[in-house]
């Protein structure tokens, strides 16, 4: 990322479950990163769920713009497992390598790699708003 971005934004799942059409607002001037957990998890809900259903709807929409291939949408890939204790440190957790990883800190460990470059991270989850 040479360029100079106006903003960047790492996108949770349920922002694009809640607002899919938000893939076809980024500007050429910002990048939006969207964990590699993300897609996983969309893929799940996605399979589980009925096909004319509102979740089901907004998922195909979502990965419909994903496919479009915008050079400012990136998938980031999955983390080290040095992230993850990296984010119990700074929550004095105990850092257990055997713990089980979640999603939610799997996310967050690309904010995290991230943190740098002041990037807004964009989640209407509570839970996952007040780890980060």
């Known amino acids: ?10 996108l949770d799942t349920n922002v694009i479950i809640n607002f899919p059409d938000i893939l076809q607002y980024v500007k050429t001037t910002d ?23 509102p979740m089901a709807i907004a998922i195909d929409q979502a990965t419909r713009l994903l496919e479009k291939n915008n050079p400012n949408i990136i998938i980031a890939p999955f983390t080290d497992p040095e992230d993850h204790l990296a984010l119990n440190a700074i929550r004095g957790e105990a850092a257990d390598s055997a713990e089980t990883v979640i ?4 996310i ?17 989850d509570r839970e996952l708003l007040s780890k980060a």
């Open 1 to 10: 990322m040479s360029r100079q971005f106006s903003n960047i934004f790492i």
């Open 31 to 53: 990048i939006c990163v969207i964990p590699e957990t993300v897609i996983i998890e969309l893929g799940k809900k996605r399979y589980y769920c009925e096909d004319n259903s």
């Open 103 to 106: 999603n939610d800190d799997l």
């Open 108 to 124: 967050l460990s690309v904010a995290l790699r991230l943190k740098h470059l002041n990037p807004l991270f964009v989640t209407n």
